[in-house]
Protein backbone atom coordinates (compact mmCIF):
# COMPACT_ATOMS: atom_id res chain seq x y z
CA UNK A 1 0.00 0.00 0.00
CA UNK A 2 1.05 3.19 -0.99
CA UNK A 3 -0.42 6.17 2.29
CA UNK A 4 -0.13 9.73 2.71
CA UNK A 5 0.57 10.75 6.12
CA UNK A 6 1.14 13.79 7.69
CA UNK A 7 2.22 13.29 11.44
CA UNK A 8 3.00 16.25 12.74
CA UNK A 9 0.23 18.58 13.72
CA UNK A 10 -1.38 20.18 16.86
CA UNK A 11 -4.82 20.51 18.23
CA UNK A 12 -7.01 23.46 19.96
CA UNK A 13 -5.10 23.17 23.18
CA UNK A 14 -1.46 24.11 21.82
CA UNK A 15 -0.85 28.13 21.75
CA UNK A 16 -2.03 30.13 18.23
CA UNK A 17 -4.09 27.32 17.04
CA UNK A 18 -7.51 27.53 15.29
CA UNK A 19 -10.27 26.27 17.93
CA UNK A 20 -11.21 24.39 14.43
CA UNK A 21 -8.58 21.97 15.38
CA UNK A 22 -10.87 19.38 16.54
CA UNK A 23 -11.20 15.83 15.16
CA UNK A 24 -14.87 16.05 13.35
CA UNK A 25 -12.98 18.98 11.61
CA UNK A 26 -9.70 17.34 11.01
CA UNK A 27 -11.14 13.91 9.42
CA UNK A 28 -12.93 15.33 6.52
CA UNK A 29 -10.39 18.20 5.21
CA UNK A 30 -7.70 15.14 5.31
CA UNK A 31 -9.83 13.46 2.87
CA UNK A 32 -10.07 16.77 1.09
CA UNK A 33 -6.65 16.45 0.95
CA UNK A 34 -5.89 13.59 0.08
CA UNK A 35 -3.88 12.35 3.38
CA UNK A 36 -5.11 8.34 4.58
CA UNK A 37 -3.03 9.16 7.67
CA UNK A 38 -2.65 11.83 10.13
CA UNK A 39 -0.90 12.39 13.73
CA UNK A 40 -3.14 13.13 16.00
CA UNK A 41 -0.58 16.17 17.63
CA UNK A 42 -0.65 17.03 21.20
CA UNK A 43 -1.15 13.43 22.92
CA UNK A 44 -0.28 14.51 26.03
CA UNK A 45 -3.30 16.96 26.78
CA UNK A 46 -6.06 15.51 28.51
CA UNK A 47 -8.64 17.05 26.90
CA UNK A 48 -7.48 16.56 23.59
CA UNK A 49 -6.81 12.19 24.35
CA UNK A 50 -10.88 12.71 25.48
CA UNK A 51 -11.72 14.59 22.18
CA UNK A 52 -10.05 11.62 20.25
CA UNK A 53 -11.14 8.72 22.25
CA UNK A 54 -15.15 10.37 21.62
CA UNK A 55 -14.47 11.02 18.46
CA UNK A 56 -12.68 8.05 16.62
CA UNK A 57 -13.66 4.59 16.06
CA UNK A 58 -10.62 2.29 17.26
CA UNK A 59 -9.91 0.62 14.66
CA UNK A 60 -6.72 -1.91 16.31
CA UNK A 61 -3.50 -1.40 16.07
CA UNK A 62 -3.00 2.29 17.63
CA UNK A 63 -5.53 3.08 14.44
CA UNK A 64 -8.39 5.23 15.38
CA UNK A 65 -10.82 6.26 12.66
CA UNK A 66 -13.10 9.01 11.62
CA UNK A 67 -14.76 9.84 8.04
CA UNK A 68 -12.01 7.22 6.57
CA UNK A 69 -9.25 9.36 7.84
CA UNK A 70 -7.04 7.19 9.75
CA UNK A 71 -5.29 9.29 12.96
CA UNK A 72 -2.05 8.07 14.74
CA UNK A 73 -0.94 9.10 18.14
CA UNK A 74 1.50 11.51 18.17
CA UNK A 75 2.86 14.41 20.51
CA UNK A 76 5.82 16.89 20.73
CA UNK A 77 7.62 18.46 23.73
CA UNK A 78 10.04 20.93 24.36
CA UNK A 79 12.72 19.84 26.57
CA UNK A 80 14.86 21.55 29.63
CA UNK A 81 16.88 23.27 26.13
CA UNK A 82 13.95 24.14 24.32
CA UNK A 83 14.68 21.95 21.75
CA UNK A 84 11.28 20.71 20.02
CA UNK A 85 10.81 16.46 19.84
CA UNK A 86 8.08 14.90 17.61
CA UNK A 87 6.90 11.28 18.88
CA UNK A 88 5.12 8.79 17.49
CA UNK A 89 2.80 6.28 19.76
CA UNK A 90 1.14 2.72 19.44
CA UNK A 91 -1.84 4.06 21.85
CA UNK A 92 -3.50 6.68 23.67
CA UNK A 93 -3.21 4.39 26.58
CA UNK A 94 1.01 5.00 25.88
CA UNK A 95 0.89 8.27 25.89
CA UNK A 96 -1.47 9.39 29.07
CA UNK A 97 1.23 6.89 31.27
CA UNK A 98 4.09 8.93 29.74
CA UNK A 99 2.39 12.35 30.52
CA UNK A 100 1.29 10.97 34.04
CA UNK A 101 5.50 10.30 34.20
CA UNK A 102 6.80 13.03 32.26
CA UNK A 103 8.07 16.03 34.93
CA UNK A 104 6.47 18.60 33.20
CA UNK A 105 6.33 22.20 33.75
CA UNK A 106 3.38 23.02 31.43
CA UNK A 107 0.17 21.17 31.91
CA UNK A 108 -2.44 23.29 29.67
CA UNK A 109 -0.45 23.80 26.81
CA UNK A 110 -0.73 20.67 24.12
CA UNK A 111 2.82 21.27 23.17
CA UNK A 112 4.23 20.59 27.08
CA UNK A 113 7.70 21.64 28.50
CA UNK A 114 9.13 18.67 30.51
CA UNK A 115 11.89 18.90 32.38
CA UNK A 116 13.93 16.39 30.53
CA UNK A 117 16.88 16.19 27.90
CA UNK A 118 16.40 14.58 24.08
CA UNK A 119 18.23 11.41 25.36
CA UNK A 120 15.83 10.86 28.40
CA UNK A 121 12.85 11.70 26.20
CA UNK A 122 14.16 8.94 23.17
CA UNK A 123 14.90 6.25 26.15
CA UNK A 124 11.14 6.82 27.41
CA UNK A 125 9.74 6.45 24.18
CA UNK A 126 11.51 3.14 23.59
CA UNK A 127 10.02 2.02 26.56
CA UNK A 128 6.73 2.40 24.67
CA UNK A 129 7.48 0.94 21.86
CA UNK A 130 6.99 4.41 19.81
CA UNK A 131 9.79 6.36 18.03
CA UNK A 132 11.16 9.43 18.03
CA UNK A 133 13.33 12.22 16.44
CA UNK A 134 14.08 16.13 16.62
CA UNK A 135 11.00 18.33 15.37
CA UNK A 136 11.91 21.06 12.54
CA UNK A 137 15.40 19.89 12.68
CA UNK A 138 17.19 23.04 11.12
CA UNK A 139 14.40 25.95 12.19
CA UNK A 140 16.39 28.75 13.96
CA UNK A 141 14.51 27.93 17.03
CA UNK A 142 13.58 25.55 18.98
CA UNK A 143 15.35 22.94 16.86
CA UNK A 144 18.11 20.38 17.40
CA UNK A 145 20.62 21.93 15.38
CA UNK A 146 20.03 25.27 16.75
CA UNK A 147 21.56 23.98 19.86
CA UNK A 148 23.98 20.90 18.99
CA UNK A 149 26.20 20.03 16.27
CA UNK A 150 25.65 16.58 16.26
CA UNK A 151 22.42 14.52 17.08
CA UNK A 152 24.82 12.18 19.43
CA UNK A 153 25.07 15.39 21.50
CA UNK A 154 21.47 15.59 21.86
CA UNK A 155 20.38 11.86 21.95
CA UNK A 156 23.31 9.91 22.79
CA UNK A 157 22.35 7.77 19.99
CA UNK A 158 20.58 7.63 16.96
CA UNK A 159 17.12 8.73 16.39
CA UNK A 160 14.31 7.39 14.77
CA UNK A 161 13.55 9.92 12.13
CA UNK A 162 14.83 13.39 11.66
CA UNK A 163 12.03 16.04 10.59
CA UNK A 164 13.18 18.32 7.85
CA UNK A 165 10.71 20.72 8.92
CA UNK A 166 9.47 24.00 6.43
CA UNK A 167 12.96 25.25 6.56
CA UNK A 168 14.95 22.53 4.50
CA UNK A 169 14.88 19.43 2.32
CA UNK A 170 17.15 16.56 1.12
CA UNK A 171 19.56 18.63 -1.08
CA UNK A 172 20.45 20.41 2.10
CA UNK A 173 20.15 17.55 4.56
CA UNK A 174 21.79 15.11 2.34
CA UNK A 175 25.31 18.06 2.94
CA UNK A 176 25.89 16.16 6.35
CA UNK A 177 27.60 12.82 6.42
CA UNK A 178 25.54 11.74 10.38
CA UNK A 179 21.98 12.49 8.39
CA UNK A 180 22.88 9.44 6.09
CA UNK A 181 21.26 6.88 7.56
CA UNK A 182 18.48 8.27 8.88
CA UNK A 183 14.77 8.59 7.47
CA UNK A 184 13.80 11.77 6.79
CA UNK A 185 9.96 12.99 7.69
CA UNK A 186 8.34 15.92 6.06
CA UNK A 187 4.73 16.93 7.91
CA UNK A 188 3.04 20.17 8.06
CA UNK A 189 3.10 21.38 12.18
CA UNK A 190 -0.50 22.34 11.01
CA UNK A 191 -2.41 24.84 13.15
CA UNK A 192 -5.51 24.89 11.49
CA UNK A 193 -7.19 21.90 9.56
CA UNK A 194 -7.43 23.29 5.89
CA UNK A 195 -6.22 22.43 3.13
CA UNK A 196 -3.71 25.14 2.96
CA UNK A 197 -2.37 24.22 5.97
CA UNK A 198 -2.97 20.49 7.04
CA UNK A 199 -0.28 18.69 4.47
CA UNK A 200 1.50 20.92 3.08
CA UNK A 201 3.63 18.58 3.82
CA UNK A 202 3.55 15.23 3.78
CA UNK A 203 5.05 11.87 3.53
CA UNK A 204 3.97 9.18 1.07
CA UNK A 205 5.06 6.24 2.73
CA UNK A 206 5.32 2.07 0.80
CA UNK A 207 3.28 0.10 4.09
CA UNK A 208 1.68 -3.51 4.76
CA UNK A 209 -1.53 -1.96 6.56
CA UNK A 210 -2.86 0.65 8.05
CA UNK A 211 -1.44 0.24 11.72
CA UNK A 212 1.09 1.75 13.52
CA UNK A 213 3.04 -1.33 13.19
CA UNK A 214 3.41 -1.12 9.72
CA UNK A 215 3.81 2.62 10.08
CA UNK A 216 6.78 2.23 12.42
CA UNK A 217 8.09 -0.29 10.22
CA UNK A 218 8.04 1.51 7.00
CA UNK A 219 9.99 5.00 8.87
CA UNK A 220 12.54 2.49 10.50
CA UNK A 221 13.29 0.29 7.30
CA UNK A 222 13.47 3.59 5.10
CA UNK A 223 10.37 2.49 3.10
CA UNK A 224 9.33 6.12 2.55
CA UNK A 225 8.30 6.63 -1.11
CA UNK A 226 8.93 10.71 -1.58
CA UNK A 227 8.55 13.00 0.85
CA UNK A 228 6.44 15.88 -0.47
CA UNK A 229 6.80 19.54 0.94
CA UNK A 230 7.63 23.61 0.60
CA UNK A 231 10.43 25.06 -1.29
CA UNK A 232 12.21 26.03 1.52
CA UNK A 233 13.60 29.42 0.07
CA UNK A 234 10.12 30.56 0.70
CA UNK A 235 10.46 29.96 4.17
CA UNK A 236 11.54 33.82 6.19
CA UNK A 237 14.51 32.44 7.25
CA UNK A 238 16.23 30.39 4.96
CA UNK A 239 18.73 32.79 3.90
CA UNK A 240 21.22 34.80 5.70
CA UNK A 241 19.98 38.05 5.65
CA UNK A 242 19.59 41.35 6.83
CA UNK A 243 17.11 42.37 8.81
CA UNK A 244 16.17 46.10 8.14
CA UNK A 245 17.03 46.05 4.18
CA UNK A 246 16.92 42.28 3.89
CA UNK A 247 19.96 42.30 1.53
CA UNK A 248 21.06 38.86 1.32
CA UNK A 249 24.65 37.31 2.23
CA UNK A 250 26.70 34.20 1.45
CA UNK A 251 27.69 32.84 5.19
CA UNK A 252 31.12 33.61 4.30
CA UNK A 253 30.15 37.43 3.65
CA UNK A 254 28.29 37.42 6.61
CA UNK A 255 31.14 36.61 8.52
CA UNK A 256 33.69 39.31 6.82
CA UNK A 257 30.79 41.65 7.24
CA UNK A 258 30.70 40.25 11.65
CA UNK A 259 26.80 40.23 10.79
CA UNK A 260 26.72 43.96 10.49
CA UNK A 261 25.10 45.54 7.35
CA UNK A 262 25.96 48.77 5.94
CA UNK A 263 22.77 50.07 6.38
CA UNK A 264 22.87 49.80 9.86
CA UNK A 265 20.67 46.57 10.30
CA UNK A 266 21.87 43.15 12.00
CA UNK A 267 22.34 40.13 9.51
CA UNK A 268 20.43 37.11 10.95
CA UNK A 269 22.02 33.64 10.42
CA UNK A 270 19.73 31.39 8.15
CA UNK A 271 19.25 28.00 7.82
CA UNK A 272 21.33 27.90 4.48
CA UNK A 273 23.67 29.90 7.34
CA UNK A 274 23.49 26.58 9.78
CA UNK A 275 23.92 24.18 7.07
CA UNK A 276 27.17 25.58 5.98
CA UNK A 277 28.60 24.83 9.61
CA UNK A 278 27.48 21.47 10.10
CA UNK A 279 27.79 20.58 6.06
CA UNK A 280 30.58 17.72 5.05
CA UNK A 281 30.38 18.58 1.21
CA UNK A 282 29.59 21.01 -0.58
CA UNK A 283 27.15 18.88 -2.74
CA UNK A 284 24.29 16.94 -1.04
CA UNK A 285 25.46 13.16 -1.29
CA UNK A 286 22.26 11.02 -1.39
CA UNK A 287 22.09 7.52 0.36
CA UNK A 288 20.70 4.34 -1.98
CA UNK A 289 17.40 4.49 0.51
CA UNK A 290 16.61 8.63 0.34
CA UNK A 291 13.67 9.13 -1.80
CA UNK A 292 12.97 11.82 -4.12
CA UNK A 293 12.24 14.98 -2.25
CA UNK A 294 9.26 16.85 -4.37
CA UNK A 295 8.64 21.13 -4.16
CA UNK A 296 4.78 21.26 -3.62
CA UNK A 297 2.75 24.06 -2.99
CA UNK A 298 -1.18 24.50 -1.49
CA UNK A 299 -3.50 24.56 -4.04
CA UNK A 300 -5.21 27.37 -2.55
CA UNK A 301 -1.97 29.16 -2.31
CA UNK A 302 -1.39 28.40 -6.18
CA UNK A 303 -4.92 29.83 -7.41
CA UNK A 304 -4.65 32.60 -4.86
CA UNK A 305 -1.11 33.61 -6.38
CA UNK A 306 -2.16 33.06 -9.89
CA UNK A 307 -5.35 35.70 -9.78
CA UNK A 308 -3.56 37.93 -7.13
CA UNK A 309 -6.41 36.68 -4.47
CA UNK A 310 -6.28 35.17 -0.61
CA UNK A 311 -6.70 31.62 0.00
CA UNK A 312 -9.44 31.69 2.24
CA UNK A 313 -11.87 34.37 -0.53
CA UNK A 314 -14.88 32.86 -1.96
CA UNK A 315 -13.16 33.13 -5.82
CA UNK A 316 -10.16 31.13 -4.83
CA UNK A 317 -12.19 28.60 -2.35
CA UNK A 318 -15.31 28.49 -5.33
CA UNK A 319 -12.14 27.51 -8.20
CA UNK A 320 -10.38 25.46 -5.25
CA UNK A 321 -13.70 23.00 -4.62
CA UNK A 322 -14.56 22.74 -8.99
CA UNK A 323 -10.96 21.25 -8.79
CA UNK A 324 -10.81 19.04 -5.83
CA UNK A 325 -14.84 17.96 -6.71
CA UNK A 326 -13.41 17.38 -10.06
CA UNK A 327 -10.21 15.10 -9.76
CA UNK A 328 -11.20 13.94 -6.22
CA UNK A 329 -8.65 15.39 -3.88
CA UNK A 330 -5.97 17.94 -3.69
CA UNK A 331 -3.04 15.76 -4.05
CA UNK A 332 -4.27 14.25 -7.04
CA UNK A 333 -4.48 17.92 -8.54
CA UNK A 334 -1.26 19.13 -7.76
CA UNK A 335 0.40 15.45 -8.22
CA UNK A 336 -1.33 13.87 -11.06
CA UNK A 337 -4.49 15.33 -12.88
CA UNK A 338 -3.67 15.89 -16.42
CA UNK A 339 -3.05 19.73 -17.38
CA UNK A 340 -5.35 19.59 -20.20
CA UNK A 341 -8.73 18.66 -17.89
CA UNK A 342 -7.92 20.89 -15.33
CA UNK A 343 -8.00 23.60 -18.23
CA UNK A 344 -10.55 22.68 -18.97
CA UNK A 345 -11.79 24.01 -15.39
CA UNK A 346 -9.33 26.65 -14.95
CA UNK A 347 -7.04 27.72 -17.94
CA UNK A 348 -4.81 29.73 -15.62
CA UNK A 349 -4.77 27.79 -12.88
CA UNK A 350 -3.73 24.54 -15.54
CA UNK A 351 -0.44 26.98 -16.68
CA UNK A 352 0.64 27.60 -12.67
CA UNK A 353 0.16 23.71 -12.01
CA UNK A 354 2.52 22.91 -15.08
CA UNK A 355 4.91 25.49 -14.26
CA UNK A 356 5.04 24.36 -10.89
CA UNK A 357 5.21 20.60 -11.51
CA UNK A 358 8.15 21.40 -14.20
CA UNK A 359 10.05 23.62 -11.60
CA UNK A 360 9.87 26.56 -14.00
CA UNK A 361 8.81 28.78 -11.25
CA UNK A 362 11.11 31.53 -10.17
CA UNK A 363 11.72 31.19 -6.52
CA UNK A 364 13.21 34.85 -4.67
CA UNK A 365 14.55 33.61 -1.46
CA UNK A 366 13.37 34.79 1.79
CA UNK A 367 15.37 36.04 4.51
CA UNK A 368 16.36 38.44 7.18
CA UNK A 369 12.32 37.78 8.37
CA UNK A 370 11.04 38.28 4.99
CA UNK A 371 9.33 35.17 2.77
CA UNK A 372 10.45 34.52 -0.24
CA UNK A 373 8.40 34.77 -3.19
CA UNK A 374 7.07 33.02 -6.37
CA UNK A 375 7.26 34.48 -9.89
CA UNK A 376 5.80 32.91 -13.00
CA UNK A 377 8.41 33.05 -15.85
CA UNK A 378 7.25 36.05 -18.48
CA UNK A 379 7.07 32.52 -21.36
CA UNK A 380 4.34 30.71 -18.88
CA UNK A 381 2.58 34.08 -18.22
CA UNK A 382 2.97 34.93 -22.18
CA UNK A 383 1.02 31.04 -22.81
CA UNK A 384 -1.32 32.47 -20.89
CA UNK A 385 -2.49 35.38 -22.06
CA UNK A 386 -1.93 34.09 -25.93
Known amino acids: MILNADLHIHSCFSRATSRNMVIEAIAPQAKLKGLHI???????????????????EYAGDGVYVRDECSFIITAEVEDSRRIHHLIILPSLEAAE??????PSTTTSDGRPRVRMNGAQILEMVHEYDGIAGPAHAFTPWTSMYKSY???????GKRPDFLELGLSADTEMADKISELADIPFLTNSDAHSPWPHRLGREF????MDDISFTSLKRSIRKCRIRANYGLDPRLGKYHMTA???????????????????????GRIKKGVDYRIYELSTWEEPH????????????PLAEIIGMKYGKGVTTKFVQGIWGGLVGEFGTEIDVLLSAPI???GRIDAGVAVAVEAFRKGSLTVIPGGGGKYGEIRF???TLDAYFR
Open 340 to 342: EDI
Open 377 to 379: PAE
Open 149 to 155: DSYMDCY
Open 203 to 206: NQLE
Open 38 to 56: VGTGDAFHPGWRKIIEEST
Open 97 to 102: EMGERM
Open 286 to 297: HPPHRPPYVHIM
Open 242 to 264: CTRCYRIYSPEEALQMKMKCPCG
